[in-house]
């Protein structure tokens, strides 16, 4: 079966030579929900602008539902775009607001609103039909414009940072509202994003960007667990990246020589780091005694948020961070000496 989308080898440059997108190659499949995921300037609304057709790659096609539809105006592509400000009409009804686009293509004025309706009831907004932009809250506003993206009945939302503008307990409570939605309509979403937590808790699939790249595309607890590059590693949760010496194809790590696993075909001879997550290392006051693998480190700092405590240490001159849930139960403080355990099977590596 086609892809609902297919983005296959599109470049964009700007002012000659800086290339915003380099090559992306992606398929978004029918009612999947993609978050598009990176630092500021990669790429992101760029790739977002040119499958809504307000931009025109140098290279490449863009196809929906079997269609090249690179050449196509946004108008007639398949899809709505929900932006940022999402601008509704102030001296209009919500209802409206959403009537609004499909009396644009044509639909008389009582069937569009009977459509709005529909839409609103999608967002739960029904009862306030009648009111004005204005008399309404930021995520009352924000379920507008998603009743007027998705009113049309479009195979494909894109989504550029919709949510950024609500504070972050809206913020949490749309992300899941957007999902539920999302899997109710069926219709596939492409959700722009530079907050990972929003990426995580919301899309079946992770493509995270780097300076015009696809650095890796997952699910979540692919991209996770077994990041492809230090960026990944990094701009998803936070990462220990440990140093490793090479004997042959095995390797240890440099702080405390610990196997840290095997190079294979593909990655021999390549300089390797192996990631930790901080919550995979364990910690305790005291040297169980059977287990080799325990190693003396200090306490250089720890930093308790309630929910979870990081514990920074130092081992052998490495700095390291750990994650414990919950209080700062083992009552450590900077200075105290302590022995952590690096789980082999938590060790991913990663090439320098
Ligand atoms: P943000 O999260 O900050 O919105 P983004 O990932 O969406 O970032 P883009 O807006 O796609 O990034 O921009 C990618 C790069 O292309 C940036 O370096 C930006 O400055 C550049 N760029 C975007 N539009 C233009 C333009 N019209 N002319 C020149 N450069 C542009």
Redesign the pocket.
């Known amino acids: 079966m086609d892809a609902l989308l297919s983005v296959r080898n599109v470049s964009k440059t ?2 000659r030579n ?1 290339k ?1 997108l380099d090559n992306i190659n992606l398929e978004v499949q029918q009612g999947e929900f993609v978050a598009l995921l ?1 630092p ?7 790739l977002l602008a040119t499958l809504a057709g307000f931009l025109q790659p140098d290279a490449g096609e863009v196809h929906i539902e079997g269609r090249n539809v690179t050449r196509m105006p946004p108008h007639r592509r398949p899809l709505n775009t929900v932006f940022q400000s999402y601008a509704l009409f102030p001296h209009m009804t919500v209802l409206d607001n959403v009537a609004y686009g499909p009396m644009r293509a044509g639909v008389r004025k009582p069937q569009a609103r009977e459509r709005a309706r529909e839409s609103l009831k999608m967002v739960s907004l029904d009862h306030l039909a009648d009111r004005y932009p204005a008399q309404m809250s930021g995520g009352q506003r924000q379920r507008v414009a998603l009743a007027r993206a998705i009113v049309n009945q479009p195979r494909l939302l894109l989504l550029d940072e919709p949510l950024s503008a609500l504070d972050l307990k809206l913020r949490k409570r749309m992300q899941l509202e957007l999902k539920a939605l999302q899997e109710k309509l069926e219709i596939s979403f492409i959700f ?1 994003t ?1 907050d990972q937590e929003e990426a995580m808790a919301m899309a079946d699939r992770i493509v995270v960007m780097n300076q015009g790249v696809i650095e890796q595309a997952g699910t979540s607890g692919d991209i996770y667990k077994m990041p492809r590059s230090r960026f990944v590693a990094d701009f998803i949760g936070d990462a220990n990246l440990l140093e490793c010496d090479r004997d042959g194809s095995r390797l240890s790590l440099r702080c405390c020589g610990q196997p840290a696993g095997a190079l294979d075909a593909a990655s021999a001879g390549r300089d390797m780091l192996a990631m930790l997550r901080p919550e995979d290392i364990q910690l305790s006051r005291t040297p169980s005694g059977l287990d080799p693998m325990l190693h003396a480190a200090k306490v250089t700092g720890v930093v308790s948020i309630g929910s979870h405590t990081t514990v920074y240490l130092d081992l052998n001159g490495t700095a390291i961070e750990a994650r414990r849930l919950g209080a700062n139960d083992l009552g450590l403080n900077r200075g105290d000496d302590v022995y952590l355990h690096l789980p082999a099977d938590r060790i991913h590596l990663i090439e320098a």
Do not use: L, R, Y
């Not at 500021?40 to 760029?46: A, E, L, N, R």
């Open positions: 700007f002012q800086f915003a990176g500021s300037g990669c790429g992101k609304t760029t722009v530079h």
